[in-house]
């Protein structure tokens, strides 16, 4: 596009004319990509975009859009310049114009709540090519497009990577986009633009409470989805849930309700658990499906519940979203199955709130025979109010637990465990702040017929400590530790 048409009506930019030929191949925002043309100085609260004016040039940027000129480096004449007050708002309006509406040329879904909305874009997705179309995903875990796995920098992008990933897709004919949408992005205006051909939401208890100022304000973050969808929209809305309820007179669009507790439109019947998975009946409309999954518990049957309900409201066939369900073996990071024929059962789960934790620890408690040990921690720099209420969940339903480091960034790892374990009101734990020791002794003292739930960290395979980040593989730990001892 040439930088007259990109511009064009725009009319706080200023900028000189002899560049209006200039042919712009792309937007960015961040210095550290590659870049396709023009580069937009946003600023941060702790940074100046304009101080990353010379890594942008250097990485191939033609035209830089700035609101002040960058301290101690003279743009070369070449450059195209273009000034204006506000590049925030200059951004939106030329990630518009660039890229136009791509959301219109596909079906994107968008995913919310405090759980589950990993396991449900799986889900999706794996419907999606049972039926042999073409599915990008947008998540936690990484950002799979095409065949580009791409490791994931936060749970929802920001606006202009959607919407260039969106276009990205019209142009490589892929019909359908899942996304996971974190009420952080919802706050901040990620998803704008993005028009959702459907939303689920999976449920809200408490979580990122150092971002909102309490449970209300994170349940508006998380309505402003619903709120925003056309009239055509699917909304698909856990009404077990005491906000899906509330959520569901807030949607504009066609309202599809799921439960196991209450009446809903989709509904889960003679559920059976064990520790190779689950067995249940789907009830959906006039349909039953007898599905049988290796996703262990009954937060799993709600999120399977979510995705064949969505997968419906998107015109699925029944035989589709069953043959999708029993494709998925399992989620990185979610209940995960590690190690062997070791005579008892060890688990990777990504729990890191009080409900999460009573959610995986009851499934395990469901289908375990021995002992359950749980090894977890708390994040550091995050909502501080949630870690006495996790210790005292795993308190009540573990047998044993090491409480440990998970990501304590800036904090003093023993003033988080020293949080967590206010919480117990009984003698049934150990503190052990190496998290790798700590694997290592509830490895260790685990019997025949017991469960180690490693808790927290999921699919992540590093941990962010005060001044660095390092490699931190639990799945490469635990295999390692048992075949030294096995």
């Not at 807030?250 to 799921?258: A, D, E, F, H, K």
Request: charged share 25%; aromatic share 8%; proline share 4%.
């Amino acid at each position: 596009m040439r930088l007259r048409d990109l511009l064009n009506s725009i009319s706080d930019a200023h900028w000189d004319q002899r560049f209006a030929g200039l042919s712009v191949s792309g937007i960015s925002c961040d210095s550290r990509e590659d870049q396709p043309g023009l580069f937009v100085a946003v600023s941060g609260a702790k940074f100046n975009g304009a101080d990353f004016i010379r890594d942008a040039i250097d990485r191939g940027a033609i035209a830089v859009a700035l609101a002040a000129k960058p301290r101690g480096f003279r743009i070369p004449d070449d450059i195209a310049v273009i000034e204006t007050p506000d590049p925030k708002r200059f951004l939106r309006q030329v990630t518009e114009r660039f890229y136009g509406n791509p959301s219109s040329l596909l079906k994107t879904v968008g995913i919310t709540g405090t759980n589950g909305k990993t396991t449900i874009t799986y889900l999706l997705e794996s419907i999606i090519r049972a039926d042999r179309k073409q599915c990008a995903v947008i998540g936690t875990v990484n950002y799979r497009i095409g065949d580009q796995v791409v490791q994931s920098k936060n749970t929802t992008p920001g606006y202009l990577e959607n919407q260039r990933a969106l276009w990205q897709l019209t142009l490589m004919d892929v019909p359908f986009c899942v996304m996971e949408v974190s009420s952080h992005a919802l706050e901040q205006g990620r998803v704008d633009g993005i028009g959702f051909a459907a939303a689920v939401f999976t449920n809200l208890t408490q979580d990122h409470l150092d971002f909102h100022e309490d449970m209300e304000q994170y349940f508006q973050a998380k309505a402003l989805l619903f709120k925003g969808l056309s009239a055509g929209a699917a909304a698909v809305i856990n009404t077990d849930d005491e906000y899906g309820r509330r959520m569901k007179a807030l949607s504009r669009g066609p309202v599809t309700t799921y439960g196991i507790d209450a009446q809903a439109q989709v509904m889960a019947r003679n559920i059976r658990y064990d520790l190779e998975g689950s067995t249940f009946d789907i009830v959906l409309g006039e349909d039953t499906l007898p599905v049988r999954t290796k996703l262990i518990g009954k937060h799993n049957v709600y999120n399977i519940l979510a995705a064949a309900a969505c997968a419906q409201a998107l015109g699925f066939s029944p035989v589709i979203i069953r043959k999708g369900i029993e494709a998925v073996k399992h989620v990185p990071g979610r209940l995960e199955p590690v190690g062997g024929a070791q005579g008892f059962s060890v688990f990777i789960d990504y729990a890191h709130t009080e409900d999460g934790l009573v959610n995986v620890l009851k499934s395990l408690r469901e289908v375990g025979k021995g002992r359950i040990i749980v090894v977890f921690g708390c994040g550091g720099d995050r909502d501080r109010d949630k870690r006495p209420k996790m210790g005292r969940a795993v308190c009540g339903l573990a047998d044993h637990a090491i409480v440990t480091s998970d990501n304590p960034r800036s904090e003093d790892p023993q003033a988080i465990i020293n949080a967590i374990t206010a919480g117990f009101t009984k003698n049934n734990f150990e503190v052990c702040p190496d998290r790798q020791e700590a694997i290592g002794r509830a490895l260790g003292a685990a019997r025949g017929g017991d469960i180690v739930l490693l808790a927290g960290k999921g699919h992540e395979d590093y941990q962010i400590l005060k001044d660095k980040t390092i490699p931190f593989n639990e799945r490469e730990i635990v295999e390692k530790f048992l075949s030294v001892h096995r």
